[in-house]
């Protein structure tokens, strides 16, 4: 097949723990309790966050970047930092608009890279060191919050999952800001002329992830 490879099928591999990571919870009580259910559902979401990295640096480091590759690897990152978030509202450990806020940011800059990638201006939008803190306190948020128990002594996990949720949602606005900043100048009526591309994209490259 020619778009599967180890870097495509890990990032596959995180779409299929989604529905995993969501089943954890309707486990019944007698064959998982709740502290085991969060121990489980954190694992997974922690795998899924490991071949998020794995498979960026294994398709850099074998030269297998691809255009299928560079779009499928942020929409798997996005639904699986989706599912965690709703499920997190579910369980009433997460507030809901603060979900919204990271959810919605997410849908908006998804199009925005897509658009900017058609217009062959994919690395004007290019990760910025505020997407990286975004992403890192996104993941730490939704570990601790998921766990929900104490794990390391002197240090609240739900307090400190809240903080980060907090710090993550902060950072969302303002790294959208940040984004829709750099994409101005190609917004405009005269920027998008007819040499602007209507489908895919000639170079992979140009796809450069957007966190």
């Given at each position: 097949?020619?778009?599967?490879?180890?870097?495509?099928?890990?990032?596959?591999?995180?779409i299929?723990?989604?529905?995993?990571f969501?089943?954890?919870?309707?486990?019944?009580?007698?064959?998982?309790?709740?502290?085991?259910?969060?121990?489980?559902?954190?694992?997974?979401?922690?795998?899924a966050?490991?071949?998020?990295?794995?498979?960026?640096?294994?398709?850099?480091?074998?030269?297998?970047?691809?255009?299928?590759?560079a779009?499928?690897?942020?929409?798997?990152?996005?639904?699986?930092?989706?599912?965690?978030?709703?499920?997190?509202?579910w369980?009433?450990?997460?507030?809901?608009?603060?979900?919204?806020?990271?959810?919605?940011?997410?849908?908006?800059?998804?199009?925005?890279?897509?658009?900017?990638?058609?217009?062959?201006?994919?690395?004007?939008?290019?990760?910025?060191?505020?997407?990286?803190?975004?992403?890192?306190?996104?993941?730490?948020?939704?570990?601790?919050?998921?766990?929900?128990?104490?794990?390391?002594?002197?240090?609240?996990?739900?307090?400190?999952?809240?903080?980060?949720?907090?710090?993550?949602?902060?950072?969302?606005l303002?790294?959208?800001?940040?984004?829709?900043r750099?994409?101005?100048?190609?917004?405009?009526?005269?920027?998008?002329?007819?040499?602007?591309?209507?489908?895919?994209?000639?170079?992979?490259?140009?796809?450069?992830?957007?966190?």
């Amino acid at each position: 097949m020619a778009h599967f490879n180890l870097p495509i099928a890990l990032t596959w591999l995180r779409i299929v723990l989604i529905p995993l990571f969501v089943g954890v919870y309707y486990l019944p009580d007698p064959l998982l309790p709740m502290q085991g259910k969060n121990w489980l559902a954190m694992g997974i979401f922690t795998l899924a966050a490991l071949t998020d990295w794995a498979d960026g640096y294994l398709a850099r480091r074998w030269g297998q970047v691809s255009a299928f590759g560079a779009f499928l690897d942020p929409v798997a990152d996005k639904l699986m930092v989706a599912a965690a978030l709703i499920v997190l509202v579910w369980l009433d450990r997460a507030d809901m608009w603060l979900a919204i806020i990271i959810i919605g940011r997410e849908i908006a800059i998804s199009a925005l890279r897509e658009w900017m990638a058609q217009l062959g201006k994919g690395r004007s939008v290019a990760v910025a060191f505020i997407g990286k803190v975004k992403t890192a306190a996104q993941i730490t948020a939704i570990i601790a919050l998921l766990l929900y128990q104490p794990v390391i002594p002197g240090i609240n996990t739900v307090w400190l999952g809240t903080a980060a949720l907090w710090v993550a949602a902060i950072l969302t606005l303002w790294s959208m800001l940040h984004y829709l900043r750099l994409a101005a100048p190609h917004l405009t009526p005269s920027a998008v002329g007819p040499t602007s591309r209507s489908v895919g994209l000639a170079d992979p490259r140009e796809a450069e992830k957007i966190e």
